[in-house]
């Protein structure tokens, strides 16, 4: 017959090792919500590898006299470089449209004055509202009302977006998942406009119906552009003439080789 003096020890062993299985168990989901962060963290990219990325999003004689905004995940965008010329150039680490923060994002892109006054000040707002902790659900959410609301505005006129860079990495045909992939073209501003408006029927799983301007629209009406690809002949000089820098970003990371075409 067990003594109170047994039960207790017996209680006081149970107590314990219940203690120890929850402290394991709140280790375990401690270390699993650092690996989910560590998965979506953005990294910093040094600094002169990123600004020749955001500038390759350019004509080679439009570099000189751009801005260029570099991010610090921790704080968001911030001035590198001011420019004379109302362009203004970066490198989206996270597009708001899409569902999920991701870490391997790389879009440079560049404004001409027009968009500098809007749309770029998306980019900037939404790695704003990363950096301060929120949730890819609320970051979505408030976007999305700011453009209601019209906190955010269109371009006033026609205007375009580089983004004629040898490599990017977001989501592309003809899966529209996200690829590393070579795909220099131009965005035209055209918010509101669909493909049925300009009589463009696209087909990602044919390469050969992108070649013509077709609608692409991110995430909201308001956010759509006329999207024209180069040609192959200028698609090639692009690529010979960046060959360092895309040697560069391999090298950086193994997810921004051409070779690499992991979801």
């Not at 062993?13 to 919500?33: H, I, K, N, Y």
Request: contains cysteine.
């Amino acid at each position: 017959m067990l003594n109170r003096t047994s039960i207790n020890r017996r209680r006081g062993r149970s107590l314990a090792l219940l203690a120890f299985m929850l402290g394991v168990s709140a280790l375990a989901g401690a270390r699993g919500e650092l690996a989910r962060a560590a998965e979506t963290s953005v990294d910093r990219m040094p600094p002169q590898l990123e600004t020749r990325f955001a500038l390759s999003a350019l004509p080679p004689a439009l570099r000189d006299r751009a801005t260029v905004y570099l991010l610090e995940p921790g704080n968001g965008y911030q001035l590198s470089r001011q420019g004379s010329s109302g362009v203004a150039c970066l490198v989206e680490r996270t597009a708001w449209e899409l569902a999920d923060f991701r870490n391997d994002i790389y879009i440079p892109l560049c404004y001409d004055a027009a968009g500098t006054r809007t749309y770029l000040q998306v980019i900037m707002d939404t790695a704003a509202l990363r950096a301060q902790g929120k949730s890819a659900a609320q970051v979505h959410a408030e976007i999305a009302r700011r453009f209601r609301d019209k906190t955010y505005k269109v371009p006033e006129k026609p205007g375009v977006s580089y983004m004629v860079a040898p490599v990017m990495r977001t989501v592309g045909p003809p899966d529209m998942k996200v690829h590393t992939m070579v795909m220099p073209h131009l965005m035209y501003y055209a918010p509101g406009v669909t493909n049925s408006d300009i009589g463009a029927a696209p087909d990602l799983a044919q390469p050969d119906s992108l070649r013509y301007p077709f609608i692409d629209q991110q995430g909201i009406p308001e956010q759509s552009y006329i999207i024209h690809m180069v040609g192959d002949a200028e698609k090639a000089k692009i690529l010979a003439s960046e060959k360092q820098l895309i040697e560069d970003l391999c090298a950086y990371r193994k997810l921004l080789c051409l070779e690499h075409k992991q979801h």
